[in-house]
RNA sequence: GGACGUUUAGCUCAGCUGGUUAGAGCGUUCGAUUCACAUUCGAAAGGUCGGAGGUUCGAGUCCUCCAACGUCCACCA
């Protein structure tokens, strides 16, 4: 396509799907497959955060893949061996609480029952592969220049033997343990889950005080009445008066069961004697607290017993009594309060505000029951570490591993790093089993009383594998090295781990970033990566979450196909601030295209102008991509405004690039964003027009441009590139910059922004007098010799760019035009008398009043002492310069007032 | 109970280590169909920076307190 065939309006549609396909041709998605340049340069890896097969993609998706690529496209076209590495992953309980779902509404009571585990697996591993065809259509949509040789799944077979690898290291070092504890129990989804997928809501609830039986001693509260059932201890202060006499002696209560709690009395620290009645009965079985009660007890030498009376099937079990027996929890709980009631032992019932946990798959409240499991222990020396894991998740964020800061991990804004810490100090073990079916297999099996960890079975009948599956974050904590092919000794591995940049968003601070270091650090001693940007979440219009629930959902590859992938991307990126959420609407998306519509008219007209204007087929055919400033040795400068438009040049090359190094996406874009439209389109390509002879400059501004926007809009840029070059935007070199902008330059540029101020001033008179646009129009300005200068030398331009008949230098303005100031000139246009004095007089006097306070205050600063010797001396002297020239300007105005 | 975040033009948001008369986009008002673009162009109106103190020559920008909204955390027995 030539561009003479460029349409008016840039067309997203033909242009993205050709254009990623001619990128994925090239290869340049792959590392290996780069020019020499890269290959020779830095290595830059981003791990794409894996997306859930539980779906499609959502606007979240989007906005990472835009951060990722901006990233890693700025990093590539810098000349670094940049990559990123996608994948998908398996989610396991997402995912399969997903697919029970859906088996659910099409009519299945209990899908597990009713398929058995192949079965299901087969339905569910069916779903997930639909589901990451569509993800992986969606993110080549989005132009994300991913490398899809090294495409990877969290479930696939390197990643399984990734995990038991992994599992096994940790098992033979002794930090993985099986243990009988209260876990956190879903019902409904049959599983445990970790303190992390627990989701707190609050709700009011009861909060009932009574006494065990009529003879017991103490008085005790709770908001689950049903689980006294269960209870085995109470607990109270050492030092409480009121019960101390009590601590050591047991008591047998008839509770109605159909046996009697044995409930002894037990000191403890933790226990508040300010807070409810000052004792705690402890119920072992199902809290984690009491359970740690238990277990000190059992220490001491002085053990309570642990009487589970809930089941998995999250009813009463036969432990809590025959009456109870088969009751849901509700159901036993109103019983136990009645029959409390009824024997006069409950002491008061009140409402209460509660936080309860509830399955952030499931929904249902997370129950907790004593369950044997594999964790792993946060607290364990590793054998010759002399750390545990939780000191090396310290050290990665605060002095880096062994004091090294080449191995801290530097959290974007550094606010997430305190979040992180004050986490790391709370964690608990993690528990690592689940009894869902859809995830990696535990790699341990047992025979009889034999157990056997390892990545495969072993040899010899009999042996049989836990049933249970490892917690999805495990395999996404290795994500960033597994993908690169550990356990092998890959090439991979060794030149992009640890990869450079992550990104994620907030809300997996604690679940993924902080396993992704656990992982790293406890296997190589090093970080998964180097800086990590957390960015917000992006909410709707009126700042709702966007969720399927609130029906606010919206498609990307919907918005894509009406308003272009670069248009989303932009609007995505602009007006967003590390760690902050941002809002999405139609307005955005719509700014967004008409930028890139405006980008694609710029390209059309400086192309078109170029063809015009030489004859002599000027065009530069690049070829050889290390040579991507072959166009600027060519151009020469001639007027104020070249000069201008290429410091201007400079200026943002620098700027972009700086803002980018250090992840600020919006002030980058929006920087040239400002540039591009009202600079370069609203005032040098205007003025283009008038001074003709600019193709040389356009044709180093353009590709320039192009290049600065390729990380934001990849593919109108790539698009317009090829228009003129053979070789392809994505590797073309980045544009270098000139820290040191030659200083002469500075005073071209102020002397540029007078003429723009001149300009804007003699339009904006005219447009006061309510003078039609098309009409030519007369102006006259009093200027000093430097302005008169200016004013000469730009002179087709400003009368261009006013419409203007003439434009004269004179001594005053005649009797009977309209006047303002612009600057320290006068100005004059002629009305031929038809001219309102008095608006006049009103119009400069409003000016004069607005002018005084200013210099007022500025003259009393600049005769302050303190302020002249303590402020900088920059500072001093620009607040002199501007102040002599508001006082120039209101000695203007004063004389044109005089004049009137 | 603890911690963190937010509070700047009608709306959505920028304002780095304190230093010119506080910015952008959208929206609004007025004007424009001239040869890149009406997904456009020109011009304008509109905030004193949540509140109260303080530090400083100087505070939207630092400190203290308060308020509203939001988020996360906690073994609220």
Not at 85 to 90: I, L, N, R, S
Not at 516 to 545: C, Q, W
Not at 617 to 644: H, M, P
Not at 704 to 709: A, E, Y
Request: charged share 30%.
């Amino acid at each position: 396509m030539d561009f003479k065939d460029l349409p008016k309006a840039y067309d997203s549609k033909d242009v993205e799907a050709y254009i990623y396909k001619r990128w994925e041709e090239n290869g340049f998605f792959n590392p290996d497959k780069l020019p020499e340049r890269n290959q020779q340069g830095a290595p830059f890896c981003i791990s794409m955060p894996p997306p859930n097969v539980t779906g499609v993609l959502h606007l979240g998706h989007t906005l990472e893949n835009a951060l990722m690529d901006t990233m890693v496209r700025f990093e590539r076209m810098r000349g670094k061996k940049a990559v990123i590495v996608p994948g998908t992953d398996h989610a396991a309980i997402a995912t399969q609480a997903k697919v029970e779902k859906m088996l659910i509404a099409d009519g299945m009571e209990y899908p597990r029952e009713e398929l058995g585990r192949e079965k299901l697996l087969e339905k569910i591993r069916e779903f997930a592969e639909g589901s990451k065809a569509t993800m992986i259509n969606q993110i080549r949509k989005i132009g994300t220049s991913c490398d899809w040789s090294r495409l990877a799944y969290t479930f696939d077979e390197e990643r399984n033997t990734a995990v038991n690898e992994l599992f096994t290291r940790m098992y033979n070092d002794g930090l993985i343990y099986r243990g009988y504890r209260v876990v956190n129990w879903t019902v409904k989804g049959q599983s445990t889950c970790s303190d992390d997928e627990i989701e707190y809501v609050d709700r009011k609830a009861k909060f009932y005080t009574f006494k065990y039986s009529k003879d017991f001693p103490i008085v005790i509260a709770t908001t689950r009445p049903e689980t006294k059932l269960g209870d085995t201890a109470v607990a109270v202060h050492p030092n409480d008066d009121r019960y101390k006499q009590f601590i050591g002696q047991t008591f047998s209560v008839d509770v109605g069961a159909s046996k009697p709690l044995n409930i002894k009395v037990i000191a403890d620290e933790e226990v508040d004697p300010e807070f409810g009645t000052g004792a705690l009965g402890v119920t072992p079985a199902h809290s984690a607290v009491d359970f740690a009660m238990y277990e000190k007890q059992k220490a001491k030498g002085d053990p309570i017993d642990i009487i589970p009376v809930i089941g998995e099937d999250g009813r009463m079990t036969a432990e809590a009594g025959e009456a109870y027996q088969g009751l849901t929890a509700v159901e036993a709980r109103e019983k136990f309060v009645q029959y409390l009631k009824d024997n006069d032992l409950l002491i008061k019932e009140e409402e209460i505000d509660q936080s309860v946990g509830t399955s952030d798959r499931y929904g249902d409240v997370i129950e907790a029951i004593p369950k044997t499991q594999w964790w792993l222990d946060m607290n364990k020396e590793i054998p010759g570490r002399g750390k545990s894991l939780r000191d090396l998740m310290r050290d990665a964020v605060t002095t880096g591993l062994d004091g090294d800061k080449e191995k801290l991990v530097t959290i974007t804004p550094d606010r997430f790093t305190k979040l992180y810490l004050d986490r790391v100090e709370n964690l608990r073990d993690w528990c690592l089993s689940r009894q869902i079916w859809w995830g990696h297999r535990i790699p341990v099996w047992y025979k009889g009383e034999e157990i056997h960890v390892g990545n495969t079975a072993p040899e010899g009948e009999g042996w049989e594998q836990d049933p249970d599956t490892l917690d999805t974050w495990f395999s996404s904590g290795s994500w960033t090295f597994s993908t690169l092919g550990w356990p092998n000794e890959t090439l991979d591995l060794n030149t992009f781990h640890p990869t450079q940049w992550m990104q994620m968003g907030y809300e997996i601070l604690y679940l993924w970033l902080m396993r992704m270091v656990l992982m790293s650090t406890y296997l190589f001693n090093d970080i998964p990566f180097k800086d990590a940007y957390i960015h917000g979440i992006l909410r709707d219009k009126e700042g709702k979450k966007f969720s399927k629930s609130s029906g606010n959902g919206i498609d990307p590859i919907e918005v894509v196909d009406e308003y272009g992938s670069d248009a989303l991307r932009i609007s995505l990126l602009f007006g967003i601030s590390a760690g902050n959420d941002s809002r999405y609407y139609t307005e955005k998306i719509e700014n967004g295209r008409n930028f890139t519509n405006k980008l694609w008219n710029i390209s059309r007209f400086i192309l078109t102008n170029i063809k015009q204007e030489s004859s002599s087929a000027r065009r530069t055919t690049n070829n050889d991509s290390s040579e991507g400033e072959v166009r600027s040795s060519k151009y020469e400068i001639r007027t104020l405004s070249d000069k201008w438009i290429l410091s201007r040049l400079e200026e943002v090359t620098a700027s972009v690039t700086k803002k980018l190094e250090t992840y600020q996406f919006s002030p980058a874009g929006e920087e040239l964003r400002d540039f591009t439209w009202n600079d370069l389109a609203d005032w040098y390509l205007e003025i283009a027009k008038v001074e003709k002879g600019k193709q040389e400059i356009l044709m180093h501004i353009l590709p320039t441009i192009l290049k600065l926007w390729h990380p934001f809009m990849p593919f109108v840029t790539e698009f317009i590139w090829s228009q003129f070059n053979q070789d392809q935007l994505i590797v073309a070199p980045w544009p270098q910059s000139q820290d040191d902008v030659p200083r002469t330059m500075d005073q071209e540029v102020n002397s540029f922004e007078t003429l723009r101020s001149l300009i804007t001033d003699l339009r904006r008179l005219r447009a006061e007098q309510g003078i039609e646009a098309a009409k030519f129009v007369e102006y006259s300005i009093v200027a000093d010799t430097y302005q008169h200068q200016l004013i000469e030398e730009n002179h087709e331009v400003i009368k261009s760019l006013t419409r203007a008949e003439s434009i004269n230098i004179e001594e005053t303005i005649a009797e009977g035009w309209a006047t303002d100031v612009s600057g320290t000139m006068t100005i004059g246009l002629n009305l031929a008398g038809a001219i309102d004095v008095e608006a006049e007089k009103i119009k400069l006097q409003k000016e004069i009043e607005e002018l005084a306070p200013y210099i007022k205050s500025t003259e009393a600063k600049l005769e302050n002492a303190d302020f002249t010797s303590k402020a900088p001396e920059h500072v001093v002297n620009s607040m002199k310069d501007k102040l002599d020239e508001a006082k120039k300007k209101q000695q203007a105005l004063k004389e044109r007032m005089k004049s009137l």
